[in-house]
């Protein structure tokens, strides 16, 4: 499997990041069966692909590690 090209995708900072400049992960839409994801201090460096049928139950998992 090809990785897509990420240099143009839409990056966006996750929601579930914490604001204040510190730990702070952005990820990209509309990426065929993954959820690319990058630390937003190193928009250049390396990105983690995370396959899209686990990325919902990841995102769960953190809601109830960390709950609001």
């Known amino acids: 499997m090809s990785k897509p090209e990420l240099r143009t995708a839409g990056w966006r900072t996750s ?3 914490n604001g204040d400049g510190g730990s702070c992960v952005e990820v990209a839409d509309g990426i ?3 959820v690319p994801v990058r630390d937003t201090k190193d928009r250049t460096g390396p990105a983690l692909f995370v396959p899209a049928t686990a ?3 990841f995102i769960d998992s953190l809601k109830e590690t960390n709950p609001s």
């Open 15 to 17: 929601s579930y990041s």
């Open 32 to 34: 065929l069966d993954s």
């Open 55 to 57: 990325w919902q139950p």
